[in-house]
């Protein structure tokens, strides 16, 4: 059996990972400001995480939610207290979509509505609704085209308001990325992000934050939303979640009651999954990531300000996006290849930096020079 050819692929085996770094079969160092599509939160093989597991793994890994797993409260606990929404209700996955599939079905069942406002350049995931509410045809099968889904510009209040009006009872629910990732780092305004707020607070619907990228601390917040200073009523969230162990999760306010078999997942929030979304809360707890990343983020942003040619910075904490002119395309495989800097990529040409959040001013700096060395050459 061969595999089924759907990822381009960078000729590059990893095979050992520490901290910010990653190192291949050819015992070749590579800084990683990529972190696996921003899923590494608190560094590779972070001892502490390692052990947690390794324990856990000695105890029992896995069994089904069919019994009580005092890790999943224990869980519910710690994330409620280190996202500041302590009132809100935790129900546990394993990837992004199937948080993002979760959250939109659970709008509907809550106000039994059908219709969902997303927007242009949204990314929400694969699965059958996520992909639906994901800006992009051509990942978008047949079988998953729908009429409930209305794709409206970003930052729009004038569009948003419209919307609403024309169908003020069909609106199940809006959901928004806080900083939209595979669309190019755009970030929602504060005052969008209140519209949304006002908007479904007065027609019953459901304000979705996907928090699948830009959670987790990793704008300089715990969500990315938060800077609006509004709650949403569901956060989704995964990738930093558990650092590379698939777990996922929707932080649920509490006025959406839950009923038994509404929601369910074999998988969701067993006890190694637990275990892994544990450590990840304590090492960023203990190590004051979240600020960390506002303070590198910063930093980068404002040296980054200062490089020639860039079109535009932009971003919020461990999460910018240099936007670069058309004739600079190979810049980020130079990074790559000459450089052995990992980085990720936007559509048309957009660099983005998703570091762990515990990275270094060195680090850092080092891209800093990798960067200025590139767009002077
Ligand atoms: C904002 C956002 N939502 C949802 C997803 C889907 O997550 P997953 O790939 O874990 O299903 C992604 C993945 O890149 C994402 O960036």
């Known amino acids: 059996m061969k595999l089924f050819d759907v990822y381009p692929l960078n000729d ?34 972070n001892p502490h995480y390692v052990k947690r597991l390794e324990d856990q793994l000695h105890k029992v890994g896995f069994y089904s939610n069919s019994i009580k797993i005092p890790l999943q409260v224990e869980l519910a606990e710690k994330l409620g207290k280190v996202s500041g929404k302590e009132d809100y209700q935790l129900f546990l996955c394993s990837s992004g979509a199937e948080a993002n599939e979760n959250a939109l079905k659970l709008a509907s069942f809550y106000n039994g509505r059908k219709k969902v406002i997303a927007f242009k350049k949204a990314f929400h995931g694969r699965t059958s609704l996520a992909v639906a509410v994901t800006d992009n045809p051509n990942i978008v099968a047949p079988i998953n085209q729908t009429d409930n889904v209305i794709f409206l510009p970003w930052n729009d209040e004038a569009a948003l308001e419209e919307a ?53 601390g990793r704008s300089g917040k715990f969500y990315s939303h938060d800077y609006a200073g509004v709650n949403a009523d569901i956060y989704t969230m995964a990738k930093g979640m558990g650092n590379g162990f698939p777990v996922a999760g929707i932080s649920i306010a509490p006025k959406i009651h839950a009923k038994h078999f509404m929601l369910g997942t ?48 932009r971003g919020r904490g461990l999460m910018i996006g240099i936007d670069l002119p058309e004739e600079l395309k190979d810049v980020k495989k130079n990074l790559l290849f000459k450089h052995k800097i990992f980085t990720g990529e936007s559509k048309p040409n957009v660099i983005r930096l998703l570091p762990a959040l515990n990275v270094t001013k060195v680090e850092a700096d080092m891209v800093l020079e990798a960067l200025n060395a590139e767009l002077k050459a």
């Open 266 to 313: 074999t998988f969701g929030g067993n006890h190694l999954a637990c275990a892994a979304a544990l450590a990840v809360l304590e090492v960023i707890e203990k190590d004051n990531l979240i600020q960390n990343a506002a303070e590198m983020g910063d930093y980068l942003m404002t040296e980054l300000k200062k490089l020639p040619k860039i079109k535009e910075v």
């Open 12 to 45: 590059i085996t990893i095979v050992k990972a520490c901290a910010c770094n990653v190192w291949d079969d050819k015992g070749q160092k590579y800084l990683d400001f990529y972190g696996g599509h921003a899923v590494i939160s608190i560094g590779h093989t």
């Open 164 to 216: 609403f009006k024309k169908y003020p009872e069909e609106i199940s629910s809006v959901i928004i990325e806080g900083i939209q990732g595979v669309g190019g780092i755009n970030i929602a305004s504060e005052s969008f992000l209140r519209k949304i707020r006002s908007l479904c607070d007065t027609y019953n619907a459901v304000f979705i934050a996907d928090s699948v990228q830009c959670g987790y």
